[in-house]
């Protein structure tokens, strides 16, 4: 893996480009009020991109619930956001708060206890933002027996989407639909993965798995979009830049390698949080799902991201391997909203 590849396929540029201009300030991401009375859940929420957008959330009006996986970090970012801005540690649901999940998001049985928490407490969810993600560069197994990259970053995506479903169906009014949005990357257009190893069993390379991780993410949205009723549940993945964060520092020397280049052409978590915060609101996002977005507007993905066949088959795939009946809940739910 070489540093000048991954950052060119992050940026779209080659590494010598120094002088681009990605570090502009970006527009407020939203209006003093315009996410008052929703219910937003962000997961990887505790620092970078989900902890700039959970403060955007609440500085418009919103009740955040923020998913991170280290108690005390996640506990020390809601109390840092609640002083900045005037927010309150008070019950799901109230305008201007902040509560908080622990849970390590690459393990199944994680995901699904944190989702039996929520469904608990949450009776409807505006906005699902599925951000949580890392990279990790040598082979790693879970728990559950799955590549770690493959399971945070893709199977985490679909089983919490699937569990929180009824209340996000039951956000939706008239005009208004619940929006489920997932942060890929540019890195997925590097993607062409084998769906009979998706793991990386015979061959693996971190970088390699994190760029088929962001293209399942295109392919999960894409996917939930066309069985989903867009005037219950609207769904959109996007690219949010390369962004100063914690990213890759997980992986020793090369990761930390890794981040240092990649911080020369890095914008702000806030500038990284922008479009998914914007998308959680703006009417532009109504207009279609299923849809891939970069610097708030709609773009193309890659030929193998709309290779729609392939992404039918990473459904089925991810059914069986979650233990899930993706299509019967979604009828369900569906249906029940209907009745």
Same mark, same amino acid.
């Given at each position: 893996?070489?540093?000048?590849?991954?950052?060119?396929?992050?940026?779209?540029?080659?590494?010598?480009?120094?002088?681009?201009?990605?570090?502009?300030?970006?527009?407020?991401?939203?209006?003093?009020?315009?996410?008052?009375?929703?219910?937003?859940?962000?997961?990887?929420?505790?620092?970078?991109?989900?902890?700039?957008?959970?403060?955007?959330?609440?500085?418009?009006?919103?009740?955040?619930?923020?998913?991170?996986?280290?108690?005390?970090?996640?506990?020390?970012?809601?109390?840092?956001?609640?002083?900045?801005?005037?927010?309150?540690?008070?019950?799901?649901?109230?305008?201007?708060?902040?509560?908080?999940?622990?849970?390590?998001?690459?393990?199944?049985?994680?995901?699904?206890?944190?989702?039996?928490?929520?469904?608990?407490?949450?009776?409807?969810?505006?906005?699902?933002?599925?951000?949580?993600?890392?990279?990790?560069?040598?082979?790693?197994?879970?728990?559950?027996?799955?590549?770690?990259?493959?399971?945070?970053?893709?199977?985490?995506?679909?089983?919490?989407?699937?569990?929180?479903?009824?209340?996000?169906?039951?956000?939706?009014? !008239?005009?208004?639909? %619940?929006?489920? =949005?997932?942060?890929? *990357?540019? #890195?997925? /257009?590097?993607?062409?993965? $084998?769906? &009979?190893?998706?793991?990386?069993?015979?061959?693996?390379?971190?970088?390699?798995?994190?760029?088929?991780?962001?293209?399942?993410?295109?392919?999960?949205?894409?996917?939930?979009?066309?069985?989903?009723?867009?005037?219950?549940?609207?769904?959109?993945?996007?690219?949010?830049?390369?962004?100063?964060?914690?990213?890759?520092?997980?992986?020793?020397?090369?990761?930390?390698?890794?981040?240092?280049?990649?911080?020369?052409?890095?914008?702000? !978590?806030?500038?990284? %949080?922008?479009? =998914?915060?914007?998308? *959680?609101? #703006?009417? /532009?996002?109504?207009?279609? $799902?299923? &849809?891939?977005?970069?610097?708030?507007?709609?773009?193309?993905?890659?030929?193998?991201?709309?290779?729609?066949?392939?992404?039918?088959?990473?459904?089925?795939?991810?059914?069986?391997?979650?233990?899930?009946?993706?299509?019967?809940?979604?009828?369900?739910?569906?249906?029940?909203?209907?009745?």
């Amino acid at each position: 893996m070489r540093t000048d590849d991954v950052l060119a396929s992050l940026t779209g540029y080659d590494l010598p480009a120094r002088s681009i201009t990605l570090n502009e300030p970006m527009p407020n991401l939203s209006s003093p009020s315009e996410f008052a009375g929703k219910t937003v859940v962000v997961t990887g929420a505790s620092d970078g991109i989900g902890k700039a957008a959970v403060r955007a959330y609440v500085a418009a009006g919103a009740s955040v619930v923020m998913i991170g996986r280290n108690e005390a970090k996640t506990a020390a970012a809601a109390r840092s956001i609640m002083s900045e801005v005037g927010a309150v540690s008070g019950t799901a649901g109230d305008q201007r708060a902040i509560t908080w999940e622990i849970a390590d998001l690459s393990r199944q049985e994680a995901v699904h206890d944190v989702a039996d928490r929520l469904l608990a407490r949450l009776p409807r969810i505006d906005v699902l933002a599925n951000n949580a993600g890392a990279m990790f560069l040598d082979r790693e197994v879970t728990p559950d027996g799955f590549e770690r990259t493959f399971a945070l970053n893709h199977l985490s995506y679909f089983t919490l989407t699937l569990r929180l479903l009824a209340p996000l169906v039951a956000a939706s009014r !008239p005009g208004a639909p %619940a929006r489920v =949005l997932s942060v890929s *990357s540019r #890195a997925h /257009e590097n993607a062409n993965p $084998s769906l &009979d190893d998706l793991q990386l069993e015979r061959r693996f390379g971190g970088w390699k798995q994190y760029a088929n991780s962001k293209l399942y993410n295109i392919w999960f949205t894409r996917a939930l979009a066309r069985r989903c009723d867009p005037s219950r549940v609207v769904t959109h993945a996007l690219h949010p830049g390369v962004v100063s964060t914690r990213f890759a520092t997980n992986n020793g020397r090369m990761g930390r390698l890794l981040r240092r280049v990649m911080d020369v052409v890095s914008v702000t !978590p806030s500038q990284g %949080a922008d479009t =998914l915060v914007w998308l *959680s609101s #703006a009417p /532009e996002a109504l207009e279609g $799902s299923g &849809d891939y977005w970069v610097k708030r507007r709609r773009v193309s993905p890659s030929r193998t991201a709309r290779d729609d066949a392939r992404a039918e088959q990473l459904w089925t795939t991810t059914s069986r391997l979650t233990g899930l009946d993706a299509d019967q809940i979604i009828r369900n739910t569906m249906a029940h909203a209907v009745a």
